[in-house]
C-alpha cells in the first residue's frame, strides 16, 4: 500500500534552512497523475499548503513561502524533498508529506505521510 | 487564496447522534471539496472528495454534499472512534486552502 515518511532534524537554529525528505513506497514517484506535495500544522492550528513537484519538473510554490522554498525530487530513491531558507520561530510547525491524484475521479490529496515536527529555536 | 470557512469550531455530541459540519468557500469551487478526519497526533486521513463522494475504506455513515460555495459533512451514528477534528480542503485554484477545523467533542 502507499506509504510517505518524512525525515530531517526536529530542530532547526533561527536564519539557517530547515531541510526535509519524504521517503515514498507502494507507488512509483514518476507515476504521471501523482503531484507529491508538503503542506504544514502550526501547533494547534490549521493546515497551510506550502508547494508540490511532479517528476517532470513541474513545481509550485506557495506565494508566502516562494523566496525561501525549494522543492526537489529523486527518482532513483523514489524521494521528494523540502528545503525553506531563513527560518524563524514563524516556521515552527509539523510538515507533512502528501501525494494529491489528479487522476480521475479526482481525489485530491489522498495520502499522508505521518507528520514531523520542526520546531526553529537556538 | 480562495478562503474556507468552518462552522461550528467546536461541537459537542453523544454517542449515536447526527451531526453536520458546514463549510463555506469565498468564492464557487464547483465541487472540488474534500473532507479529512484528523486525530491528535496524527495525520489528516481522506474521507471525502469531490463533496459528496466517499474515499475507498471510509465508512457510509460518513456524507458529503454541496457546491459552489456552500458543503456540508454529516456524521451519523457517531460512535466514540468520531470524535475528533475535522477540516475541508478546496482543491480547485493553487495554493490549496483549507477551512480552520472543527473538534467534535464528546458531551
Known amino acids: 500500500q502507499v506509504q510517505l515518511q518524512e525525515s530531517g532534524p526536529g530542530r532547526v537554529k533561527p536564519s539557517q534552512t530547515l531541510s526535509l525528505t519524504c521517503t515514498v513506497s507502494g507507488v512509483s514517484i514518476s507515476s504521471g497523475t501523482y503531484y507529491w506535495t508538503w503542506i504544514r500544522q502550526h501547533p494547534g492550528k490549521g493546515l497551510e499548503w506550502i508547494g508540490y513537484?511532479?517528476?517532470?519538473?513541474?513545481?509550485y510554490y506557495n506565494p508566502s513561502l516562494k523566496d525561501r522554498l525549494t522543492l526537489s525530487l529523486d527518482t532513483s530513491k523514489n524521494q521528494f524533498s523540502l528545503k525553506l531558507r531563513s527560518v524563524t520561530a514563524a516556521d515552527t510547525a509539523v510538515y507533512y508529506c502528501?501525494?494529491?491524484?489528479?487522476?480521475?475521479?479526482?481525489?485530491?490529496?489522498?495520502?499522508w505521510g505521518h507528520g514531523t515536527l520542526v520546531t526553529v529555536s537556538s | 487564496d480562495i478562503q474556507m470557512t468552518q462552522s461550528p469550531s467546536t461541537l459537542s455530541a453523544s454517542a449515536g447522534d447526527r451531526v453536520t459540519i458546514t463549510c463555506r468557500a469565498s468564492q464557487s469551487i464547483s465541487n472540488w471539496l474534500a473532507w479529512y478526519q484528523q486525530k491528535p497526533g496524527k495525520a489528516p486521513k481522506l474521507l471525502i472528495y469531490?463533496?459528496?463522494s466517499l474515499f475507498s475504506g471510509v465508512p457510509s455513515k460518513f456524507g458529503g454534499s454541496g457546491s459552489g460555495t456552500e458543503f456540508t459533512l454529516t456524521i451519523t451514528s457517531l460512535q466514540p472512534d468520531d470524535f475528533a477534528t475535522y477540516f475541508c480542503?478546496?482543491?480547485?485554484?493553487?495554493?490549496?486552502?483549507f477551512g480552520q477545523g472543527t473538534k467534535l467533542e464528546i458531551k
Open positions: 502528501a501525494r494529491e491524484d489528479r487522476g480521475l475521479p479526482g481525489y485530491g490529496v489522498d495520502y
Open positions: 469531490k463533496a459528496s
Open positions: 480542503q478546496q482543491y480547485t485554484s493553487y495554493p490549496y486552502t
Open positions: 513537484i511532479h517528476y517532470s519538473g513541474t513545481i
